[in-house]
């Protein structure tokens, strides 16, 4: 089905739509990630623990929702059929998912990311925690993205939740391989903030993912021919 | 007023346990075609392939001039679509969907949609979770006349109404109708409705187009032919007789090519024709598939 050029007022109007449907789970989870931060104000190990753990929770889970209830809901609740009555091409539709989820998703990650790295920069807290905390972020964000791709393309329920599993388990999983990388795990608790060439390469490819897989969708909903 | 409207060209989709047929269907502008069929018979698809969000795998297809699916943006941008599986977002308002759906037509047309709030009774504040099945799907309604579309696609739109929503609907229908301009194809397996408002009938069943004939011409050419046969007499042989019900000596004769000739014809014959009756819509549905699928079993 190719409409070729993309309308990007058609795109920034479903955007919009989404952001206005969602908006709720999004300023919701603002304060729930600012009171996990300010755990970290006590400067007991035991909440800074509490506070990672919270705002991986509340990260992943904005990022869950988000893909569920733009994707999946849609289908399911047959709001899908409204949309595609629309002057609405199915790239318009895939862009403006994956802009909409990322675009939203964004808000709460980098506000909880910075304020994450801003707290890690206070004086006297462990500064050479900040590259694997950076590392973790992105991961988030690649999370969140591997789940949207999986509730855009898959447009399945079972799927998606296999996704949010596998993107779940990976976070602890490559959480705990990348701590005990020698070029992370020398510095990460150090007084100094330590760029070693090893956070950089995974901080990059981590980075590359997100368009790879945002480029592997657009293949595959391409080659759609069905929508309904 | 010769422009087509739509027009389908050998348009064929397989499923796995579904096959549209080679499907082939031209519309005027203007005219309102009733698209009749049962449940299964392939009337979703059809539609979903005119709305561009299904591929036909084999034929072409042009909606207002414009190639489907390629070209669908654009096409969409005159079209009006209600489906009985369409739903809008339970957690927002009406007004919030009017201002969604205008911000996309720039033919949206505010003074009518506030017409159609009060005619349907609709309160644009009140979330459509809050709504009756009848209240939404007059939302939907006033949602796509509202964008003043040169063709209105309607898939069942009026199943599941109580009897007075589904009269609000069609009344509204009705008054849509008169604009000329304005191509209606009406997909229902309600015969009522459609003899109501379309001035042009296809039948569907099994994913074949089997009939597509202006509404008067068809009601016309179907009659159930009642005849009573003396014993040395034999019953003539008549144009387009698909089911003979009745006796040997009493016979009843639906055919889809009446000719007034007939009663002549047979009265010549020795043959009393004892009644001509006309046919409704849903019993020349009727006779007409079972005929094909006497012919033609699955």
């Known amino acids: ?228 | 007023m010769n422009n087509l409207s739509i027009q389908m060209e050998g348009v064929s989709k397989r499923y796995p346990h579904f096959f549209l047929d080679s499907i082939s269907l031209e519309l005027r502008e203007g005219s309102v075609l009733g698209f009749i069929g049962a449940n299964g018979a392939g009337k979703s698809t059809t539609i979903r392939i005119l709305m561009g969000l299904v591929r036909q795998d084999a034929g072409s297809v042009q909606v207002l001039g414009h190639s489907m699916p390629a070209e669908q943006t654009a096409a969409k941008l005159d079209i009006g679509f209600v489906s009985e599986d369409m739903r809008l977002y339970g957690a927002a308002t009406l007004r919030w969907h009017m201002s969604f759906v205008a911000s996309m037509y720039p033919r949206w047309d505010q003074a009518y949609a506030d017409t159609l709030l009060r005619r349907f009774d609709l309160k644009p504040e009140q979330k459509i979770k809050g709504l009756s099945h009848g209240q939404r799907v007059k939302a939907a309604l006033l949602l796509a006349l509202a964008r003043q579309p040169r063709l209105l696609i309607l898939d069942e739109p009026t199943t599941g109404l109580d009897p007075v929503a589904r009269r609000e609907v069609l009344g509204e229908l009705m008054s849509v109708l008169t604009d000329e301009g304005r191509t209606i194809f009406f997909s229902s397996h309600n015969t009522l409705e459609v003899e109501q408002i379309s001035d042009h009938i296809a039948f569907i069943d099994r994913g074949r187009l089997i009939a597509l004939d202006e509404k008067e011409d068809l009601l016309d050419r179907w009659r159930r032919v009642r005849l009573m046969v003396p014993p040395n007499a034999a019953v003539p042989q008549l144009p387009g007789v698909v089911e003979v019900a009745g006796t040997e000596r009493l016979p009843v004769l639906t055919t889809s090519q009446f000719d007034p000739a007939v009663v002549s014809l047979c009265q010549n014959r020795g043959v009393t024709v004892e009644a001509v009756d006309s046919m409704t819509l849903e019993e020349i549905f009727v006779a007409n598939v079972q005929s094909r699928r006497e012919l033609q079993p699955a």
């Open chain 1, 1 to 228: 089905m190719n409409s070729s050029r993309i309308n990007l007022a058609v795109v920034r109007h479903l955007i919009l739509k989404d952001w206005y449907l969602n908006r709720g789970i999004i300023l919701g989870s603002i304060p729930v990630g600012l009171g996990a931060l300010a755990l970290v104000l006590t400067g007991k190990p035991v909440t800074f623990m509490l506070c990672i753990i919270i705002l991986c929770m509340v990260i992943v889970g904005v990022g869950a929702q988000l893909a569920f209830a733009t994707t999946i809901n849609e289908r399911k609740e047959q709001t899908l059929a409204f949309v595609m009555s629309l002057p609405v091409s199915w790239r318009e539709y895939t862009a403006a998912k994956i802009l909409a989820n990322l675009i939203i998703f964004l808000i709460p990650w980098l506000l909880l990311t910075a304020g994450a790295l801003g707290v890690l920069l206070l004086p006297g807290a462990t500064h050479g925690l900040l590259p694997f905390t950076a590392i973790m972020a992105v991961e988030m964000l690649v999370t969140t993205t591997l789940i949207v791709v999986a509730g855009i393309i898959t447009e399945s329920q079972a799927w998606t939740m296999a996704g949010i599993f596998c993107s779940s388990l990976g976070i602890n999983v490559l959480g705990y391989v990348f701590a005990h990388l020698r070029g992370i795990s020398m510095h990460m608790w150090g007084t100094r903030v330590q760029w070693t060439s090893t956070a950089c390469i995974i901080l990059i490819c981590e980075l590359l993912t997100v368009p790879l897989l945002l480029g592997a969708t657009f293949y595959v909903q391409s080659r759609k021919t069905d929508f309904l």
